[in-house]
């Protein structure tokens, strides 16, 4: 019996084959897509911290992908598993992802090999604060360079901690705010910034789900109400796209895996309950549900209409895509299918939206933080009781010609957006109109054979005309 080989290409190699294909489609020259494709420089740093009176050393990478735009922009990943080849995809991914939604940010990404689940909260900071010197001592992390925020393993504490870190090195940079995305509130971020990634996919499903070519292919019709959802990954963007497609959209969520096991039931789960559980046990076994997966990666085969990776690289690979059984992959995490195993999935007529559009939300809302704090005003601050006293006017004028305004749609109608309704504008216009722009791109184009081929060549082509202009000829 011949043994079949799965072996599975790096996370790296995955994203440069899914450029490869891109590239191919684009009328690009030779040397210039060679160049886009690889990082422009990768640092490494290895630092000693002192932790209960012995010394322990930690390496960590920032890698730049692309700067036709500055700053760059992209995430910093805590994680014991956290190597140079993933941070380089990372970053490449993220110049991708700002380049397909028009965000006006070339593509970073940085990595620190610790488990943060292994240290004190003091500890973690005392970390954090040094690595985040390291970088800034080459400008790795600078308003105007280069700017990270939240990624796996970090969120608006450790933001808070770099951005104070920053002051106290650069305390004559005015913008110094701007250093860093993902903050708490109170320490100059934005709201909606937390969910905003998975508030995105959202987005991106409903944008989908508004267009029948799209739907066909996937053996989908309707809204996204009634529609059987298996989540995977119940983190900071898995938890935020599960509770509004549940919430807000009607949607069923059959499905829900974690690191300790998957829990399935057909009625649907409380994804605020399954939530309220981890949070107090640390993982989801012994929820009760219709059936519990020991392992988790089982229910990743089940029949379902919609399936959301949201949490690791590389979850649905060639061993396990032929079979996956849901009519549509929603990739809310960066790289969860492998390029071998969209090959298989796409041959069985399984349709997916690809991560540098789904993800993109995070991004986006960074962006909206940075100028922000560029600008050190909130939105909405000038213009807000304006536009109520404009609607009010509105209504008094239409009341006085004899249509008369019911109480309660008159007093939404009299409210005024604050910062966070302009946010979630902001990200649903920035999802449409990219969701837009790739599928025109994929049905345009007979030789493109995937939203992430068609999303991948339009990042690209961006990228090449922006190196032109500014007069980098091959």
Request: negative net charge.
């Amino acid at each position: 019996m011949t043994k079949v080989t799965t072996q599975e290409k790096s996370f790296r190699e995955n994203v440069n084959l899914s450029f490869d294909l891109a590239a191919a489609t684009l009328d690009i020259p030779e040397g210039l897509s060679y160049f886009i494709k690889g990082a422009v420089n990768v640092y490494q740093v290895r630092f000693p911290v002192r932790i209960h009176g012995r010394f322990e050393s930690f390496i960590g990478w920032r890698a730049v992908h692309s700067n036709h735009k500055l700053p760059v922009k992209g995430g910093i990943r805590f994680s014991p598993m956290v190597t140079q080849d993933e941070v380089e995809a990372l970053a490449a991914l993220m110049s991708y992802k700002c380049a397909l939604v028009n965000v006006p940010f070339g593509g970073s990404k940085g990595g620190l090999v610790v488990d943060p689940k292994l240290y004190e909260t003091d500890i973690m900071e005392r970390i954090t604060r040094r690595f985040a010197y390291e970088l800034i001592k080459k400008d790795l992390i600078n308003p105007a360079l280069n700017v990270p925020a939240p990624d796996m393993g970090t969120g608006q504490r450790e933001m808070a901690w770099i951005a104070d870190t920053y002051i106290q090195h650069r305390p004559t940079d005015i913008n110094h705010l701007a250093c860093v995305t993902g903050k708490p509130v109170s320490a100059g971020g934005i709201r909606g910034r937390v969910e905003a990634t998975g508030r995105g996919a959202v987005f991106g499903l409903r944008e989908f789900f508004r267009h029948a070519e799209d739907k066909k292919q996937a053996r989908l019709e309707g809204t996204l109400e009634g529609k059987r959802i298996i989540v995977q990954g119940l983190g900071n963007v898995g938890y935020h796209a599960a509770k509004i497609l549940q919430d807000e959209d009607g949607a069923k969520i059959i499905g829900i895996i974690e690191w300790d096991g998957g829990l399935y039931d057909s009625a649907g789960l409380n994804v605020d309950e399954v939530a309220e559980f981890k949070k107090v046990h640390g993982g989801v076994k012994g929820f009760r549900c219709e059936q519990f997966y020991d392992e988790g990666r089982a229910l990743l085969e089940e029949e379902c209409d919609i399936l959301i990776p949201a949490a690791m690289e590389a979850v649905i690979t060639l061993e396990n895509a032929p079979r996956i059984q849901a009519k549509l992959i929603a990739e809310a995490a960066n790289g969860p299918v492998t390029f071998d195993a969209e090959t298989v999935l796409r041959k069985r007529g399984v349709c997916m939206i690809p991560d540098i559009y789904l993800n993109a939300g995070g991004v986006i809302v960074s962006y909206f933080e940075w100028i922000k704090n560029l600008s050190h005003i909130r939105f909405g601050r000038m213009t807000r009781r304006w536009e109520e006293t404009q609607n009010e006017l509105l209504i008094q004028a239409l009341e006085s010609n004899g249509h008369k305004i019911e109480g309660t749609l008159a007093a939404k109608l009299m409210v005024g957006p604050g910062e966070g309704e302009l946010v979630l504008s902001g990200l649903d216009d920035s999802m449409r109109e990219a969701f837009q722009h790739m599928r025109e791109y994929f049905w345009r184009h007979e030789n493109v054979e995937s939203y992430r081929i068609a999303a991948m060549a339009i990042a690209i082509e961006k990228i090449a005309n922006s190196y032109l202009e500014m007069g980098v000829y091959p």
